[in-house]
């Protein structure tokens, strides 16, 4: 794996890839990451989530590759992806699409273990009643995804 870093409104942001895909990202700068891309889908990344923050881009296409996690976590992180732009959905509603109406807790252990996140956008995943708990990255950069997000629905609802 490579990583990359890039500076955002949430601080540095690292990036991994594997030369195919994108493998990972993390809140933070990961040592030894490089300050320019390295190969295609980090040059496509970077950019891409340059222009997310800029508010020029709602839906990623830069190719991902999860090599882990249980089936149930497969299930929520693609649930995830499903998830529209300023848009949010509970863990319960979560629970209940991926077929186990129980399984609001586990929704929130799989968004934790999320190893794309922003990407694959567990901070989409709110509580019961929108309320806004728990993030990996801390939830004043849930916040601030969950803004942008609004404003830039709201730009192109009204525009």
């Known amino acids: ?34 300050a320019e891309p390295e190969d295609d889908p980090a040059r496509q990344a970077v950019a891409e989530l340059r222009a997310y923050f800029a508010g020029e881009l709602t839906d990623f296409t830069v190719p991902v590759r999860i090599p882990r996690g249980s089936d149930f976590e497969r299930a929520v992180w693609r649930e ?34 999320n190893p794309v996140p922003v990407i694959v956008p567990c901070h989409r995943i709110v509580g ?16 601030h995804l969950l803004e942008l997000e609004a404003r830039i629905a709201l730009q192109r609802a009204w525009s």
């Open 1 to 34: 794996m490579r990583w990359t870093v890039l500076d955002s409104p949430i601080g540095e942001f690292s990036v991994a890839t594997d030369g195919t895909s994108v493998c990972g990202t993390h809140f933070g700068r990961v040592d030894a990451a490089a």
């Open 80 to 113: 995830m992806t499903r998830i529209p732009h300023g848009e949010t959905l509970t863990y319960g509603e979560v629970a209940r699409l991926v077929g186990d109406p129980g399984a609001a807790r586990a929704v929130g252990v799989a968004c934790n273990r």
């Open 128 to 143: 019961a009643g929108g309320k806004l708990v728990g993030f990996g990255g801390g939830l004043d950069r849930k916040v």
